[in-house]
């Protein structure tokens, strides 16, 4: 299945339009990705407009806009075979944003064609935001969820945490997470959130045929075997 390799990396910036940070992919593994989650606050009318790795554009594979006045926003971007090593995961606004957080995490294993299927995203107000993901065979459910966090910034997650954090002063939380179809926060207070998810599609590869037939039929034709 679908694998993190590499350690996960996330900035936060305030009331800016753009964010800029250095996320290294490791050469080890084979059907490599990258994913974004983008966490922001829209307290300017502004927007996420792209994001890039290494100054490739990654696709936008799921969004979702908060329940108020939709100030919160949750969206995740996926590249695949993302240049390895350290490079600057890239994202831009359109016009000026409160508060844009980001979290890129490397993947291993991961269908090259079609990496994500079964996007989903919810929004609402909540002490427990969740998502329920499509998610079959192989495959691994990934969310993230962007939420008020005056009160808290250090959510449980249900699954297995990629990264986590909150804004300066506190005000916009940020966590991402991986595990089965049914991904959950437990924010300890009621809060507006906005979350997105999607179904990271398994691909193990595949080699040729066997070896030691192809040497037994040589053998044969020697006399040997």
């Given at each position: 299945?679908?694998?993190?390799?590499?350690?996960?990396?996330?900035q936060?910036?305030?009331?800016?339009?753009?964010?800029?940070?250095?996320?290294?992919?490791?050469?080890?593994?084979?059907?490599?990705a990258?994913?974004?989650?983008?966490?922001?606050?829209?307290g300017?009318?502004g927007?996420?407009?792209?994001?890039?790795?290494?100054?490739?554009s990654?696709?936008?594979?799921?969004?979702t806009?908060?329940?108020?006045?939709?100030?919160?926003?949750?969206?995740?971007?996926?590249?695949?075979?993302?240049?390895?090593?350290?490079?600057n995961?890239?994202?831009?606004?359109?016009g000026?944003?409160?508060?844009i957080?980001?979290?890129a995490s490397?993947?291993?294993?991961?269908?090259q064609?079609?990496?994500?299927?079964?996007?989903?995203g919810?929004?609402?107000?909540?002490?427990?935001?969740?998502?329920?993901?499509?998610?079959?065979?192989?495959?691994?459910g990934v969310a993230?969820v962007?939420f008020?966090?005056?009160?808290n910034?250090?959510?449980?997650?249900?699954?297995?945490?990629?990264?986590?954090?909150?804004?300066?002063?506190?005000?916009?939380?940020?966590?991402?997470?991986y595990?089965?179809?049914?991904?959950?926060?437990?924010?300890?207070?009621?809060?507006?959130?906005?979350?997105?998810g999607?179904?990271?599609?398994?691909?193990?590869g595949?080699?040729?045929?066997?070896v030691?037939?192809?040497?037994?039929?040589?053998?044969r034709q020697?006399?040997?075997?």
């Open positions: 299945m679908p694998s993190p390799i590499g350690t996960p990396s996330a936060y910036v305030a009331a800016a339009s753009s964010n800029t940070f250095a996320h290294t992919v490791p050469a080890t593994g084979a059907r490599r990258l994913r974004v989650f983008v966490a922001a606050y829209n300017g009318g927007s996420i407009s792209g994001v890039t790795y290494a100054g490739v990654m696709t936008k594979v799921g969004a806009y908060g329940a108020i006045a939709s100030d919160g926003i949750a969206e995740q971007y996926i590249l695949t075979n993302p240049a390895t090593g350290s490079n995961v890239v994202i831009t606004a359109s000026s944003l409160s508060e957080m980001g979290i490397g993947w291993e294993d991961v269908d064609t079609t990496p994500c299927i079964n996007d989903d919810g929004s609402g107000s909540s002490d427990t935001p969740s998502l329920s993901l499509t998610v079959t065979g192989s495959d691994v993230g962007e008020f966090s005056a009160n910034d250090d959510p449980t997650e249900s699954d297995t945490l990629l990264a986590e954090g909150a804004s300066t002063p506190a005000q916009t939380g940020f966590s991402d997470q595990g089965d179809g049914s991904l959950s926060w437990a924010l300890g207070f009621t809060s507006a959130y906005a979350v997105c999607c179904a990271l599609v398994h691909d193990a595949g080699g040729g045929g066997p030691i037939p192809i040497f037994a039929h040589h053998y020697q006399g040997i075997a």
